[in-house]
């Protein structure tokens, strides 16, 4: 396969630097489409538009397909920035950005070529393995339901994982057009509303050999070494740096009012004024930083590692249990921040309710299940090698 133009700089800093900007570029529109997708249960098609123009959701693809193919860490500056503006989109810009990238990577030449002949693509996406794949000729009859499909309303594809019955590979990783599922509009959530991550079906679908790839098959996926992480690490810092940008929202936005917001039933102080706060803020602050530090220490030498194939188990459950713990963190800090801003963050349409929400919510995801310090424990007691998913 020839190289695609690629608008992309392949040194990390200027990388970096571009899709920041991208971000920049993009700001004003996320924003204003924010409260939007909140009431929609789903991205606004503001958002949509903004994601799709500036390119971020290449992320995470191949740059031989004309993806950025940037660094663990630009990722999670980038996820990070996008959060500060909406976290509804940070998360489906990421989730697609993973699928999308995901499934490129090891597809075969004529069908990556094929799908990105209509543009590059959204790909909405399951980690869990489901459903039934029944062998017939020229390929598979799909059926299954999968949860959490973040941004599956405004995808392209779907790819989900499925289990084969009969003779052939365990599992198939079946990429399919959204033309071709169906979308149940479950998402009644806690927090995360607007990222639309309603359950999705494919009922008895034909799927074409060339478009089901056998999980287990070994075969190198194109790009370097950010393509042969595999999961869960290709996915792990994407948690982390989350979280615990949505820690920094926080703080962001309880300092914010923090001057104006007076505590007391006659007169009373400001909330700036109370040293309580003043303390929350600023151990708070060191806390999300910490966080940020680990995330990317164990990001860099798990990439690291993977320089030639695939990357060292220990470092990949270390960055699991590096998400957990910004998970945590983030749950900590804004349950704290959410307290001492008093009667007005429990009202709908308060930002401190919001992001109290929405770490409620994603604590929730497989990907970053306190089960991995247990994991951890193990590798650093020297019982097992570690790097499954919990």
């Known amino acids: 396969m020839s190289a695609h133009e690629n608008e992309f700089p392949q040194d990390r800093e200027a990388n970096r630097a571009y899709l920041l900007a991208a971000v920049d570029s993009a700001a004003d529109a996320l924003a204003a489409g924010r409260d939007e997708s909140e009431q929609l249960r789903r991205l606004s098609p503001t958002s949509v538009e903004a994601l799709r123009s500036s390119g971020l959701f290449k992320l995470k693809s191949p740059r ?23 976290p509804a989109a940070a998360w489906c810009m990421f989730i697609t950005a993973s699928a999308t990238g995901a499934t490129l990577s090891v597809l075969a030449d004529e069908t990556a070529e094929s799908i990105l002949a ?4 959204f790909m909405a996406a399951s980690l869990r ?4 794949a029944r062998r017939v000729e020229g390929g598979y009859r799909v059926s299954g339901r999968w949860a959490w499909g973040s941004g599956v309303e405004h995808a392209d594809w779907v790819t989900v994982p499925v289990f084969c019955e009969g003779d052939g590979p365990p599992i198939v990783r079946a990429v399919v057009p959204t033309g071709d599922v169906i979308v149940h509009d479950n998402w009644h959530t806690l927090g995360m509303r607007g990222t639309g991550s309603c359950d ?4 008895d679908v034909f799927v074409p050999d060339s478009f089901a790839v056998d999980v287990f098959s070994g075969e190198p996926p194109k790009g370097g070494a950010l393509m042969r992480l595999g999961l869960p690490a290709f996915v792990v810092n ?20 923090a001057m104006e917001k007076r505590r007391g039933y006659v007169g009373g102080v400001s909330l700036a004024d109370r040293q309580v706060f003043q303390r929350t803020v600023g151990q708070g602050t060191i806390r999300m930083n910490a966080c940020a530090l680990a995330m990317a220490d164990a990001m860099e030498r798990m990439f690291d590692s993977a320089a030639a194939g695939p990357p060292d ?13 910004c998970t945590d963190e983030a749950i900590d800090l804004v349950g704290e921040l959410f307290r001492l801003t ?12 919001r992001i109290l929400r929405d770490i409620y919510t994603v604590q929730s995801h497989l990907m970053v299940s306190a089960v991995v310090y247990e994991q951890y424990g193990q590798i650093l007691l020297g019982m097992t090698e570690g790097g499954a998913l919990p």
């Open 200 to 203: 999705y079906e494919l009922d």
């Open 64 to 86: 031989v397909l004309g993806g950025a193919e940037a660094h663990p860490v630009t990722q999670m500056d980038v996820i990070e920035a996008v959060t500060m503006i909406d």
């Open 313 to 325: 188990p220990a470092l990949v459950t270390e960055a699991q249990a590096a998400a957990v713990w």
């Open 238 to 257: 994407e948690h982390g740096s989350f979280a615990y940008a949505l820690g920094r929202l926080a703080l962001r936005t309880a300092s914010e009012s």
């Open 118 to 121: 209509g543009g590059f693509p």
């Open 129 to 132: 393995p489901g459903g039934a």
């Open 342 to 353: 008093g009667g007005s963050a429990v009202m709908n349409g308060s930002e401190m309710q």
